[in-house]
């Protein structure tokens, strides 16, 4: 019952936030996005679900900052140029 209730919580949290959520495992799939996340895609979460992270674009290089995929630390900030289905790229 605790369990439902602070995945219930943490849910309205992330519903009121701006921000892109995602989780991934130690292998940088991910297994949880932000329903902001599959709306700028233009598909479902569970579609997104499984992906390596790094698949969802590009992520822009940024000098002053480790190399994301070496550091496995949490990020923000950070510009990632995804594609849409109609192949316009999204600098998010």
């Known amino acids: 019952m605790h369990s ?8 309205d949290v992330i519903r009121s936030a701006s ?4 989780e991934t495992d130690e ?6 996005v932000s329903n902001r996340i599959s709306k700028a895609l233009e598909t479902q ?3 997104v679900v499984g992906r390596h992270i790094f ?5 822009k290089k940024n ?3 480790p190399d994301l995929a070496a550091s496995l630390m949490p990020f923000r900030g950070c510009i990632v140029l995804m594609p849409d289905k109609r192949g316009q790229t999204r600098h998010v």
């Open 45 to 47: 979460p569970s579609a």
């Open 4 to 11: 439902a209730l602070t995945e219930s919580r943490f849910q």
């Open 55 to 59: 698949s969802l674009g590009e992520f």
């Open 27 to 32: 292998c940088l799939h991910l297994i949880y």
């Open 63 to 65: 000098p002053s900052r």
């Open 19 to 22: 921000y892109w959520v995602w």
